[in-house]
Nanobody, 117 residues
Framework: QVLLVESGGGLAQPGGSLRLSCTASRMAFSIYTVAWYRQTPDDKRELVARITNNGTTDYADSVRGRFTISRDDARNSLYLQMNSLKPEDTAVYYC???????????WGQGTQVTVAS
């Protein structure tokens, strides 16, 4: 059974930084497109950032220039460096791994990020 485990969430002040990690197991991580999504307090789930298996990235407009997504296939890991955090970044952040040719779509359990002074 595929497992995605997020870590690194917590409380940060506005303007601060956090780094999220997601470690995958029991999957060929390197072939997947992996992404971070977030679910806001008003229950909207939105794409934050995505990185393909060849390293192409894209970001939500709301985080571009502040967040950086990266992956380390040797460690089966995905990261999200979050800088210049804002209160509106408060959400549960989820790791997602997708491989469309075989309809694989896996989710982690989520990690809470709270930005408040």
């Amino acid at each position: 059974q595929v497992l995605l485990v997020e870590s690194g969430g917590g409380l940060a002040q506005p303007g601060g930084s956090l780094r999220l990690s997601c470690t995958a197991s029991r999957m060929a991580f390197s072939i997947y497109t992996v992404a971070w999504y977030r679910q806001t307090p008003d229950d909207k789930r939105e794409l934050v950032a995505r990185i393909t298996n060849n390293g192409t990235t894209d970001y939500a407009d709301s985080v571009r220039g502040r967040f950086t997504i990266s992956r380390d296939d040797a460690r089966n890991s995905l990261y999200l460096q979050m800088n210049s955090l804002k209160p509106e970044d408060t959400a549960v952040y989820y790791c997602n791994a997708k491989y469309t040719p075989i309809s694989h779509d896996f989710w982690g359990q989520g990690t809470q990020v709270t930005v408040a002074s």
